[in-house]
């Protein structure tokens, strides 16, 4: 099974840059679509984005779409999540999620494993 490590989390001003990383840890060979979700206090886990495994397809949340970018390296067992321009309301717990499925994934029911989550704060 996979096993998720998410890095990269801290604290940035309006309108600065954070990477986040996400290394899986654990088998992959049945790992197929990863995600990042976000989750503010009081509010329901959002999704942000997804990439396929083999043909780096990507899709995003409206929140974040022409600022955030996600990638992957398949050698490393790793995906990344590019944020731009970050704005008060990105604040929140990124968590990173892998799907055994063929395809874009953007609900949090379609992930089988999920990683501890990693702060992101962004302040004026």
């Known amino acids: 099974q996979a096993q998720l490590v998410e890095t990269g989390g801290g604290r940035v001003r309006i309108g600065g840059s954070l990477t986040l990383s996400c290394k899986n840890t654990g088998e992959t060979f049945s790992v197929y679509t990863m995600g990042w979700f976000r989750q503010a206090p009081g509010k329901e886990r959002e999704f942000v984005a997804t990439?396929?495994?083999?043909?780096?397809?990507?899709y995003y949340g409206d929140s974040v779409k022409g600022r955030f970018r996600i990638a992957r390296d398949n050698a490393e067992n790793t995906v990344y999540l590019e944020m731009n321009s970050l704005k008060l309301e990105d604040t929140a717990i990124y968590y990173c999620?892998?799907?055994?499925?063929?395809?874009?994934?953007?609900?949090?029911?379609?992930?089988?494993?999920w990683g501890q989550g990693t702060q992101v704060t962004v302040s004026s």
């Open positions: 990439i396929t495994w083999s043909d780096e397809i990507t």
């Open positions: 999620a892998a799907a055994n499925i063929i395809g874009i994934a953007t609900k949090p029911g379609e992930y089988d494993y």
